[in-house]
């Protein structure tokens, strides 16, 4: 008689070969299979792609490689608000048909804004992929843009804007890049300057569809039980009246400028202070990308709830962020956070908490970089590798999937599986990374944004004060904003 394998009662044997500590250059068995994925262009330049899946709930998407970037600071927002008004009516539809036919359909629609790309889905079921394409060509290619309708929507831009002060991080992350790109549009907000967008006009708004809705520049992607010939078929039939290509030149072309600096905005009426401490990083085209995709989830997210309360100590949980932000009682939660676009990036970590802290904050964001640069063990990149990993397998839905085939043909111009992700990164280590810190982050000039009741920093008028805390291994020096 054959004895069984026994094991104890909070083993982790059992589950080590696809979730624990694997081989360098292996990937859990889950993430070694890839979908079909298959892509056609059209004569007039649009590219089609297609990933197939069982879900009964597809997405289609129409991804535009223009965004924010292509604004000028007399037409800021008019790529958001192109957006907008894209289902506000058109030659063939009013914009109470549009909502008419999404809501029998059962469908949910969202537009994804953004500083290199603009997106749009449906999500619909199976037996209704070609009322969306025909939805969707219909809105970018016949769109009329009214003005009585740019006029209504003008509010509702306005009434958005004025509760920015409620969305914390992203009014942080949008001030981070005024920062660190206050020379270039990539540096403008994606919604538009509050006040500048009041005087947007219909003319403003065709001009900007005119010189970059064409089919060189848009990718249309179906995810889930979808036929990619028919799929194929559909979108050459809604969409072929745009043009291949345009005669005017891409605007804002060149390559932003990393510029350190110091932004505070003081408002002591605010409960906590909001701190974005971000350093220049690669494109998405840099050797240094996966890299940094790691390094991203080493850090991760922390929340005070999760990370640091009752049982959970924050010195065993083998995150370094962690356990420097659970000494800072009052700090409430940090978010890694990594932009990668086509010719730059920026990465950094935001922090939220009591005004008391505002300084630690600060340090927090420069610290760890730093440290990395000189000291770094494997099992910080080993956790951070199966958190990547997690992500990884969780990526699931189609609306998800869908927008990441978007931008990924946008950039690349090709489909970057789950699997050559986690493939690239399982070949990274702690000595990789450590040296990749250490020519991103050591010495280096990171740029700080602080929002919310900053006295405490608001008052520091030396860059030095905060530069000096990115060179730990030359001076004590460095604890200046920790003490």
């Not at 949008?174 to 005087?199: A, C, S, W």
């Not at 908490?353 to 970089?369: A, D, H, K």
Request: with cysteine.
């Amino acid at each position: 008689m054959q004895a069984s394998e026994q094991y104890m009662q909070f083993s982790k044997k059992p589950i080590m070969n696809n979730f624990g500590e694997l081989p360098r250059g292996e990937i859990p068995e889950s993430l070694k299979f890839t979908r079909q994925c298959q892509s056609t262009t059209l004569s007039n330049g649009i590219r089609v792609v297609t990933e197939k899946s069982n879900s009964q709930v597809p997405t289609v998407g129409v991804y535009v490689g223009a965004g924010s970037r292509q604004d000028t600071l007399e037409t800021t927002g008019a790529s958001h608000a192109l957006q907008q008004m894209l289902l506000r009516g058109t030659s063939q539809r009013s914009k109470h048909d549009f909502a008419e036919e999404i809501e029998a359909m059962g469908a949910r629609y969202h537009a994804e804004p953004g500083r290199e790309r603009s997106g749009f889905q449906l999500k619909v079921f199976k037996g209704d992929v070609n009322k969306a394409v025909a939805l969707l060509g219909d809105a970018v290619s016949n769109s009329t843009l009214d003005a009585g309708e740019l006029e209504l929507l003008k509010q509702e831009l306005s009434e958005h804007h004025e509760t920015n002060h409620t969305r914390y991080e992203e009014t942080t992350l949008e001030n981070v890049h005024f920062n660190v790109y206050r020379e270039h549009m990539m540096g403008q907000p994606i919604k538009g300057d509050r006040d500048q967008v009041q005087n947007l006009t219909v003319d403003a708004l065709r001009n900007y569809h005119a010189a970059n809705y064409y089919g060189d520049n848009i990718v249309i992607v179906g995810t889930g039980d979808i036929n990619h010939e028919a799929f194929v078929d559909q979108v050459n039939q809604h969409f072929h009246t745009l043009s291949k290509s345009v005669e005017a030149k891409a605007t804002n072309s060149e390559k932003p400028i990393y510029i350190p600096a110091l932004l505070f905005i003081r408002d002591d009426e605010m409960v906590n202070s909001n701190v974005g401490v971000f350093y220049d990083a690669p494109s998405i085209k840099d050797a240094d990308y996966y890299g940094f995709l790691l390094l991203q989830n080493m850090f991760g997210n922390y929340r005070i709830d999760q990370h640091a309360e009752h049982l959970n100590d924050v010195k065993k949980q083998y995150n370094s962020m962690h356990a420097l932000l659970g000494d800072l009682v009052d700090v409430t939660h940090a978010n890694a956070h990594y932009n990668a676009y086509s010719d730059c990036g920026i990465f950094g970590n935001y922090f939220y908490g009591n005004e008391v802290f505002t300084r630690q904050m600060n340090y927090c964001g420069v610290c760890l970089p730093t440290i990395y640069s000189h000291y770094l063990n494997d099992v910080e990149v080993i956790r951070g590798r199966n958190a990547l990993y997690n992500k990884l397998m969780l990526a699931e839905s189609t609306d998800e999937v869908n927008q990441e085939i978007g931008a990924q043909f946008l950039l690349l111009n090709r489909r970057i599986h789950r699997s050559e992700i986690a493939a690239r990164v399982a070949h990274i280590d702690n000595y990789h990374m450590k040296h990749m810190c250490n020519e991103w982050f050591y010495d280096a000039e990171p740029s700080f944004t602080n929002w919310g009741p900053i006295e405490q920093v608001s008052q520091v008028g030396s860059y030095k004060y905060f530069k000096v805390n990115t060179m730990s291994t030359v001076s004590n020096a460095h604890h200046s904003l920790f003490t």
